[in-house]
């Protein structure tokens, strides 16, 4: 059985750090796109980071030189290292990983993505 499963989220104050992580079962993660998606109370679930198969990056603007994506393939893991965390990015935050078996290009729309975890709370207090 697939499954995704996301931890490290909780609560910390502006300016705080937290590093999430998500462990893929069922399947390999190594040549997949990985991503981290986030979505606050009555907003859209947005694209955050994204990692390719072969380990290109891509970043949300609003997290660029903050977050970091990386993966362990030994352990069949992905991380979100955030840093400098601000208020307004309280959210629930999901990995997903792509349903192509090999993807070279990330993105961060959701499409492509047909897996995914059932979410970590990040809370962040001003």
């Known amino acids: 059985q697939v499954q995704l499963v996301e931890a490290g989220g909780g609560s910390v104050q502006a300016g705080g750090s937290l590093r999430l992580s998500c462990v893929a079962s069922?399947?390999?993660?190594?040549?997949?796109?990985m991503a981290w998606f986030r979505q606050a109370p009555g907003k859209e679930r947005e694209g955050v980071a994204a990692?390719?198969?072969?380990?290109?990056?891509i970043y949300a603007d609003s997290v660029k030189g903050r977050f970091t994506i990386s993966e362990d393939n030994a352990k069949n893991t992905l991380y979100l290292q955030m840093n400098s965390l601000k208020p307004e990015e309280n959210a629930m935050y999901y990995c997903?990983?792509?349903?192509?078996?090999?993807?070279?290009?990330?993105?961060?729309?959701?499409?492509?993505?047909?897996?995914w975890g059932q979410g970590t709370q990040v809370t962040i207090s001003s």
């Open positions: 997903a990983a792509s349903s192509a078996t090999v993807c070279i290009v990330p993105a961060l729309t959701r499409e492509g993505y047909s897996n």
């Open positions: 069922g399947y390999n993660l190594s040549r997949r796109c």
């Open positions: 990692i390719g198969g072969y380990g290109d990056t």
